[in-house]
């Protein structure tokens, strides 16, 4: 787990250090359903929050590790880090990286990011990836403040969806 002060203060503000603790997320509980259900439409509009069923799935998941964030005890940040091997190696993906709007710019998707990737770190990946829409403004700075690098490649999609109409 990690535990920090974040004290930084953003260019002519002044917002005062918050405490933020970085947990994994081991039990399907109410709480990390109730913070899914209110988090998920903060990244997406369109994808259904896992109800306590599914989240029993996502934590029970070898390959996933759920992290949330805590400041003065309520969950207000997560992060999905997906992990697999494949012939090339260990795969580490970050995926759904949300912090609630009241909480943002106090270091705490930093702390997220930074824990995901001493996690991926400490299990073996050489390399972690994740794919961010340039339109995401404040994540694309985040990950670029954290050591992020782009590389150049084809992300692909496929819809079943589209494939079926
Ligand atoms: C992207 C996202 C996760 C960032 O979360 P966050 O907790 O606000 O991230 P941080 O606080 O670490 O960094 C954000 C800003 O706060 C600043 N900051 C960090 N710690 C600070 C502190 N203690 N005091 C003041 N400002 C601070 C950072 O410098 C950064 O500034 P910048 O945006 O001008 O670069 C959040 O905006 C979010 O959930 N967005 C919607 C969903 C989304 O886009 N997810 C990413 C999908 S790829």
């Given at each position: ?145 954290v050591g992020f690098a ?16």
């Amino acid at each position: 787990m990690l535990a920090l002060a974040t004290g930084r203060r953003r260019r002519g503000g002044n917002l005062p250090g918050v405490s933020v603790h970085v947990e994994v997320v081991r039990d399907a509980t109410d709480e990390v359903t109730a913070a899914l259900r209110r988090l998920l439409p903060q990244l997406s509009t369109s994808a259904e929050p896992p109800d306590k069923q599914a989240l029993h799935r996502i934590v029970g998941s070898e390959a996933t590790t759920l992290l949330a964030a805590r400041a003065e005890g309520e969950i207000v940040g997560l992060l999905a880090l997906a992990m697999f091997p494949i012939p090339t190696g260990l795969r580490a993906w970050i995926e759904d990286v949300i912090v609630d709007e009241a909480a943002r710019g106090k270091g705490i998707g930093e702390a997220l990011t930074r824990e995901a990737l001493s996690l991926a770190q400490a299990a073996g990946a050489r390399t972690v990836d994740l794919t961010s829409r340039p339109s995401r403004a404040a994540a694309g700075r985040l990950y670029e403040r954290v050591g992020f690098a782009t590389r150049s490649t084809r992300i692909y999609r496929y819809n079943f969806d589209d494939a079926e109409s």
